[in-house]
């Protein structure tokens, strides 16, 4: 049987995130995942790409407050609500960029926000918040019905499935290099983590069903450098980009996981997931990448 083994969420697009045992499903993804982005004074969206020291910004949850500090600086705390009221006149609306997306509305929090993020990074940058009458849609060649995004690189939703790392592990496990530790999940960001699933098999997972809610797998995750950050000390190196260049690699990018859209809906809630509820597979497609076993 196949089930969820962690569900995540990123409140700060590119800060460390959060393990939850229930999520709320909302059609831009889960409830309260990357509605917070840092962008540059002009707009421009900020992530560890470029920025590898957000992976030291940690945050929780505290009832209605969302808490952030610099790993090594934990005394030093920045607290924000984890929402915005759009009906509140003090904040001001600003166009941001986030890879094609150019003009997305966002609302500016506050100074005090800015500086603290500014002053932790050493970089100028501001503090935005996607409101809800915010409509970002998703890429067109493979959204399904108008499907919207939050600040999310391009889908609501990332999952992966476990085996899908063991094998990864198994591989970079196997190479000449003794200095590669085994790598965490968390290095690649999903939302929802599976097990009981065969390595890479939720590439083939055109719809599936999480307690009522239909989900549909419309294309592979494209890698890019910011797998190669390790979380725990923003250093760069050259896992996992370099073992998955050998065998899951298409048309020139490097896929892992599978990007994810929920059922098109005017609801503002699709429902509820857990961790270990059970996933079922309602239709499969050809995947992009023959599985391990069959690759040549």
Known sequence: MITILGLYI????????????????????????????????????????????MALLDVAIDGTTLRVWHRYQPNDTLELPLTVPESDGDYETIAVDIWDSHGVPAITFSAEADQWFSQVLDMP???????????????????????????????????????????????VSSTDDESVKPLEMRRFRPNIVVEGSRPYEEDSWQQFNINNIDFYGVKPCARCVLTTIDPETAQKGKEPLRTLATYRTWNKKILFGQNVLGASTDQAVLGTISVGQSIEIVNRQEPWLAPPEFAD
Request: glycine residues 6%.
């Open 10 to 53: 990123y409140p700060i697009k590119s800060l460390s995130g959060i393990a939850v045992s229930e999520a709320v499903v909302e059609p831009k993804g889960l409830r309260y995942d990357r509605r917070f982005m840092l962008v540059t004074p002009d707009g421009q969206f900020i992530t560890q790409r470029a920025t590898p020291q």
């Open 125 to 171: 940058c501001r503090l935005v918040y996607m409101p809800d009458a915010t409509y970002r849609e998703v890429d067109a060649k493979y959204a399904r019905n108008n499907d919207a995004v939050s600040f999310a690189d391009g889908y609501p939703y990332l999952l992966i499935g476990q085996a899908s790392l063991d094998e990864l592990n198994r591989r």
